[in-house]
């Protein structure tokens, strides 16, 4: 992560070294937070942060999911989102808004704790590496599973909700994959770890539905929606395990990832082992999109500076 000068924090801009919180904070010690992932690209008319109002309502909908109350309006992220990247004269940009319980007691209620705000951004490449995009990724599917209804709420973007990826990821990397692939407790396709995952499968595209323990991916949506406007739609079905191995394509999609092919799911190649036809279009529809070298019919794009 390369530092910025300023994040912001508690309702103004601080220097990088100085947003902090106490040892014994609520977050800390029950991952009692909530977090969004937003990207800002570089475009001709300056740098613009997609679907930034879609992440924060997001945001507001993981805190309402877990009851936190927040202390700031949606207005007053979104013009702190953009001050931060402006502030930090970044012209592209990861974005990290996160919401959690502070310091006020220890015990499991945190209702006694305050909610501490802050939003950083900094410089990031492809999170699964410079040459993911084009060249795609071998991955495996985990021995961990993703959390059974009623346990935890997966459509919330919570912190503790990500334990359970950061073991998958760590055993993906033993065992020499870039990522990990998640089955529900059903024994379906669920998602990455860190990313949804479609497929494709002689001419059709299929992904997990929500009910397979997914979060509710921006990137995901907005997939879907520039295939359709290509005239072809997603099936959002139940995936069996085995019909990863013998799709066509199969491909990750997600904010730090963005549109990655897979090129190998444990061990067995996928299609021709490397970006597959669809994969590309949608990948070069979503890049133009982004970078502004495409009409933006959705609105996703929201300057930084108007």
């Known amino acids: 992560m390369k530092a910025t000068p300023y994040i912001w924090f508690r309702g103004e801009l601080v220097d990088w070294s100085s947003a902090t919180v106490h040892v014994m904070s ?10 969004e992932g937003i990207r800002a690209y570089d475009t001709p008319r300056g740098p613009a942060i997609f679907r930034l109002t879609d992440h924060l309502r997001r945001l507001f909908d993981s805190a309402k999911i877990y009851r936190i ?3 700031y309006t949606l207005e007053q992220l979104t013009s702190a989102t953009k001050q931060v990247v402006q502030v930090n004269k970044l012209r592209s940009a990861y974005i990290r808004p996160v919401a959690f319980y502070g310091y006020g007691t220890l015990g499991i209620d945190p209702s006694a704790c305050p909610t501490e705000v802050a939003i950083g951004a900094f410089e990031m490449g492809s999170y699964l590496g410079p040459e993911s995009l084009e060249q ?69 595209v299929i992904t997990p539905p929500l009910t397979a323990a997914i979060l509710g991916g921006i990137t995901r949506d907005s997939v879907v929606k520039l295939l ?42 996928i299609g021709n082992g490397r970006c597959g036809p669809l994969t590309a279009q949608v990948q070069h529809a979503f890049f133009g999109t982004v970078q502004g070298e495409r009409e933006d019919t959705y609105g ?4 930084v500076e108007s």
């Open 228 to 269: 359709a406007e290509q005239g072809i739609a997603v099936k959002e079905q139940p995936v069996p395990r085995e019909l990863l191995y013998i799709a066509d394509e199969v491909f990750f999609t997600g904010t730090a990832a963005e549109i990655v092919p897979i090129r190998s799911i444990d061990g067995i190649t």
């Open 136 to 204: 795609g990724v071998d991955v495996g599917v985990s021995s961990w599973q993703r959390f059974a209804p009623n346990t935890l709420p997966a459509l919330a973007k919570a912190g503790g909700n990500y334990l359970s990826s950061q073991l998958m990821n760590i055993e993906s990397r033993r065992h020499g994959y870039a990522e990990a692939i998640a089955l529900d407790t059903n024994g379906l396709v669920s998602e990455g770890g860190g990313e949804n995952l479609f497929l494709v499968r002689e001419g059709t």
């Open 69 to 71: 109350p927040m202390p």
């Open 26 to 35: 609520h977050a800390i010690h029950y991952g009692s937070s909530i977090f």
């Open 300 to 303: 996703w794009l929201e300057y």
